[in-house]
């Protein structure tokens, strides 16, 4: 089954054919970065706005990287949820003008579980039952995957997402946004025992909480001001641990409870050098197998869409023209 995923649920406008869920044939994404970033932040209208723009064209690439047409395609995938509203729409209604005009089927996908499944599209890829933990700028969740359109939210952040932690910090520091990447590059050179910023792991659970790490660069700031040079790559450095620190703590201890031996780290955020480095290094110490999306399938894309409409699909699940977005959707 060739499979088209339409992926416009914030700043991404992503298209891509995947072959029976497993093998990606096209990943086109134009991303907005540059136009919020002026803003410090993503700008909802400007979001969708640029969707419309882009939309069209970045299918007709994929297709065109794929060496295929819309007649080759059996299947549509669309993210319907959860994400922005008026992102959103713009992709759910190019797949149903699109669906109408081919007679093609399309399908209704949600965004947590594209970060979860993109993990399909490795070789190696895992068999449910596995733990995943979907980490980005606007989700920091903790799935029990039973199988396929079975999870079971098991932890999640209390407040900020991680994501949104690096860019408010980033932001404290005059960083460029997204926060993640300048980050972790003057991260790598820092001490990451230069600081001791706190660990929020409240209470027996698999819960976390970045407010009070946000605060504290903050205070930080405010008590020494912005540091600069070395000053900088090791405050970055120290933030960066705490929150890989709390992460991969959290992930490991759920594992153990619950009886997990495979894991699975995805998101954005996932993209992170110290968090995979460390994840990776927690769950070897304990005879767990950790697996890791390469970086590129970690951020918002159509290929992680069109495994999970492809799994959809094969549940038994169908779109009509009456779907509707939902920017909150729970998996």
């Not at 860019?167 to 790598?188: C, E, F, M, S, V």
């Not at 698999?206 to 020494?224: C, E, I, M």
Request: charged share 20%; aromatic share 6%.
């Amino acid at each position: 089954m060739l499979v088209l995923g339409l992926e416009t649920s914030c700043d991404e406008t992503a298209a891509a054919l995947v072959e029976d869920g497993r093998r990606v044939l096209s990943d086109v994404v134009s991303t907005q970065v540059d136009i919020h970033r002026r803003w410090g932040g993503v700008v909802p209208e400007l979001a969708s706005r640029n969707h419309i723009v882009q939309v069209m064209p970045v299918v007709h690439e994929a297709l065109t990287r794929a060496q295929k047409t819309l007649d080759d395609v059996d299947l549509i995938a669309v993210t319907s949820g959860p994400g922005l509203i008026g992102a959103l729409l713009v992709g759910l209604q190019v797949a149903k003008g699109l669906s109408l005009a081919t007679g093609k089927p399309f399908v209704g996908a949600n965004h947590l579980e594209g970060h979860l499944l993109a993990i399909r599209l490795l070789e190696d890829a895992p068999e449910p039952p596995f733990l995943g933990l979907v980490v980005s700028g606007g989700h920091t969740s903790l799935y029990e995957v039973k199988e396929f359109g079975h999870y079971r939210l098991v932890g999640s952040t209390r407040d900020d997402a991680a994501g949104e932690a690096y860019d408010k910090t980033a932001r404290i520091l005059g960083l460029p946004y997204p926060g993640g990447l300048p980050i972790d590059q003057l991260a790598q050179k820092g001490n990451p025992e230069a600081i001791r910023f706190p660990r929020a792991l409240p209470g027996d659970n698999f819960d976390v909480s970045f407010s009070g790490l946000k605060t504290a660069v903050l205070q930080h700031t405010k008590k020494h001001g912005v540091p600069e040079g070395q000053a900088l790559a090791d405050l970055c450095a120290s933030f960066q641990e705490a929150v890989a620190d709390v992460l991969s703590k959290k992930l490991v201890a759920a594992a153990r409870r619950l009886g997990h031996k495979q894991l699975v780290l995805c998101g954005g955020v996932a993209a992170n050098s110290r968090l995979r480095a460390l994840c990776l290094q927690r769950a070897e110490e304990r005879g767990l197998r950790m697996f890791l999306p390469p970086v590129r399938l970690c951020t918002d894309n159509g290929a992680m869409i069109a495994v999970a409409g492809y799994e959809a699909w094969r549940r038994g699940l169908r779109g009509d023209f009456r779907l509707a977005a939902d920017p909150a959707w729970r998996m």
